[in-house]
């Protein structure tokens, strides 16, 4: 399974992205999915995850209430909105496809990941 992320970006603090991750495989619509990101110097961190059917999010709790996580399974592809980005976000976005259908906050519990896409939030 190959995953692909896309839409990262510059943006000023206040605005907002929406990035996806397209799957190459149709299977990844049994599993959960998650969001994680890596800032310079700083250990990697969950930022959302959504289970099988889209059913159950979570969110990690420095973007809960600004970040939506949902999920096309027809598409293949799962989405980030962010809003009212804070230069804190800048980060690379990685997406990740767990291992079962129950999408983890931990990153262990996933076993595909994709290249990262690059988000700046300027100030």
């Known amino acids: 399974v190959q995953l692909q992320a896309f839409g990262g970006g510059l943006v000023q603090a206040g605005g907002s992205l929406r990035l996806s991750c397209a799957a190459s495989r149709r299977t990844v619509s049994n599993n959960g999915m998650g969001w994680f990101r890596q800032a310079p110097g700083k250990e990697r961190e969950v930022v959302a995850t959504?289970?099988?059917?889209?059913?159950?999010?979570n969110y990690g709790n420095s973007v809960r209430g600004r970040f939506s996580i949902s999920r096309d399974n027809a598409k293949s592809t799962v989405y980030l909105q962010m809003n009212s980005l804070k230069p804190e976000d800048t980060a690379v976005y990685y997406c990740?496809?767990?291992?079962?259908?129950?999408?983890?906050?931990?990153?262990?519990?996933?076993?595909?990941w994709g290249q990262g896409t690059l988000v700046t939030v300027s100030s």
């Open positions: 990740a496809a767990a291992r079962s259908a129950i999408a983890s906050m931990d990153s262990r519990g996933y076993r595909y």
């Open positions: 959504i289970s099988w059917n889209g059913g159950v999010t």
